[in-house]
């Protein structure tokens, strides 16, 4: 099983419209969490941390569920500009530090 | 832009060479980790260094060494380079354990 997993999609949603993703992970003694956005050929930008209380920047909504070991990211109204791929990141400290990317799921917003 | 770059921007290189790619991290930031990122995948955790020691690694065989200097500027060393070794090899730089802000990446290609 891989420590950080998402949907690859792609999700193809009309403009205006919501859009949900999920990702799990495997170890509960992460710690951090992230959501980043890359686009084709870019590197990821950090798009938003997730708290433990969840947490909203505009249109943007986080939020984490730590028994159930998922983050979400929800996004409202979507744009065209919003076509991206999103990756989830998860940070552990054991031994060791890590950060681990999910491989990302595609989203395309249609006009 | 995050204020991180990387150099060079592409590379070839033959299978069996070795190869160093180099790092600047964002002002006032005293971490930085190595991400492999194949076409189509996530970004794969190598390793991170902080204040000039490696303090965590990901599933990468030893060929894979760095180093962080004084100014916390980085390299990514990589020996003998084998045909799976072609991906973006992003730097992402950050202080202490919060996000990470990533540069453009150096795109290697090993014929």
């Known amino acids: 099983r891989k420590e950080v997993e998402q949907d690859p999609g792609p999700f193809n949603v009309p403009e205006g419209a919501t859009v949900a993703f999920n990702c799990t992970y495997s170890?509960?003694?992460?710690?951090?969490f992230f959501w980043y956005r890359q686009d084709c050929r870019k590197e990821p930008k950090l798009l938003m941390s997730v708290y433990s209380s969840g947490n909203e920047d505009g249109r943007f909504t986080a939020q984490l569920n730590r028994a159930s070991q998922y983050i979400s990211l929800l996004i409202r109204d979507s744009k065209l500009s919003d076509s991206a791929t999103y990756l989830c990141?998860?940070?552990?400290?054991?031994?060791?530090?890590?950060?681990?990317f999910g491989t990302g799921t595609r989203l395309k917003v249609l006009a | 832009e995050t204020g991180v770059t990387q150099s060079p921007t592409h590379l070839i290189k033959t299978r069996g060479q070795q190869v160093t790619l180099r790092c600047s991290s964002q002002?006032?930031?005293?971490?930085v980790s190595w991400y492999q990122q194949a076409l189509g995948q996530g970004p794969q955790f190598i390793f991170q260094y902080y204040r000039e020691e490696e303090n965590g690694r990901g599933n990468f065989p030893p060929r894979f060494s760095g180093l962080q200097f004084p100014n916390y500027s980085s390299e990514l060393n990589v020996n003998a380079l084998e045909l799976d070794d072609s991906a973006l090899y992003l730097c992402?730089?950050?202080?202490?354990?919060?996000?990470?802000?990533f540069g453009p990446g150096t795109r290697l290609t090993v014929t």
């Open positions: 992402a730089s950050s202080l202490d354990q919060g996000a990470r802000y």
């Open positions: 002002s006032g930031h005293n971490t």
């Open positions: 170890n509960s003694a992460s710690q951090s």
């Open positions: 990141v998860v940070s552990q400290r054991g031994g060791t530090y890590k950060y681990i």
